[in-house]
């Protein structure tokens, strides 16, 4: 598993899919 997997959960479990989607497009 890759680190930018860990953030997107990270990240969907702060704000959703907001949060997530900002940092896929990274």
Known sequence: MTAVKQIQASA???VGK???RAVRRQ
Do not use: I, L, P
């Open 18 to 20: 907001g949060a997530a």
């Open 12 to 14: 969907r479990a702060q």
